[in-house]
């Protein structure tokens, strides 16, 4: 048996390649080095468009003279493999499991890469419309505290209002397409996939960096009917709270006279 490391010379792994793996490799495997770290073996694929069926090793590759187990050897009627000949077995073998390990990683992250793609949609204009909603409402409330608004202090509360409702409408959009990320991101989790700002990237939207994704499970409302603090519909509601607690306090101790 194999113990946690081995050694491979050169022509054990051209034998182990292009002899007995050959017929059940990837078909879009392009090359196998040495990887950089001086352990095992790195591999190139063609790239993937994760909408191809599973990389499996193929069924019954062990039935093969050239990869067989001993007991396979005694059931077929062939002379058992000596020391050196199994040790290659068992080395190909490992080997035709890593290149499929690996085949699965990269389609796995070409299937998140893909589902991005089909979902993403106008997200970048929703952020584009929610960041210019939030710059709204806080010019809005910002004008609050200048003396001209004592003048037209009803009007000036108005405007807030109507800037606060369309920066929540702004944000639930947004949120809409981020829960759909997120969703997508959490079908795909598996222990190397490609962060989600990463899958974004390869899917093409490079711009994804700014926006803020949170995890699927906290989006929507909770059993009061508020957002969770963690997406931008929350953190628009918390802002809204904000003004408005600060607002009804400055009309509380002005006796509610500013502006008549």
Partial sequence: MLGETFKVTADELKNIFNVRLAPYLPANLEKVEPHPSGWGNSYT?????????????PECYWEDPKLAYRHVDKEAGRPEAGEDEYDLREKARFFLSEVYRQARIEWRNAAHVTELKAVVK???????AHSQAKH??????????????AKEWTAAISRLVDAQDAYLAAAIAFDVRAQEIADVHSRNFHEYMLGCDEALVAAGYPEAKDWHIASDDYYGKNYRGEYDPHTIAGQAQTLIKEHD???AKVSRLSGATVGH
């Fill in 245 to 247: 607690a600060h607002v």
């Fill in 136 to 149: 709204a409402v806080e010019a809005a409330f910002a004008y609050l505290r200048a003396p001209e608004a």
């Fill in 45 to 57: 694929f063609k790239p993937f468009t994760g909408r191809e069926a599973r990389p499996e090793e």
């Fill in 122 to 128: 106008d997200t970048g204009d929703r952020w584009k």
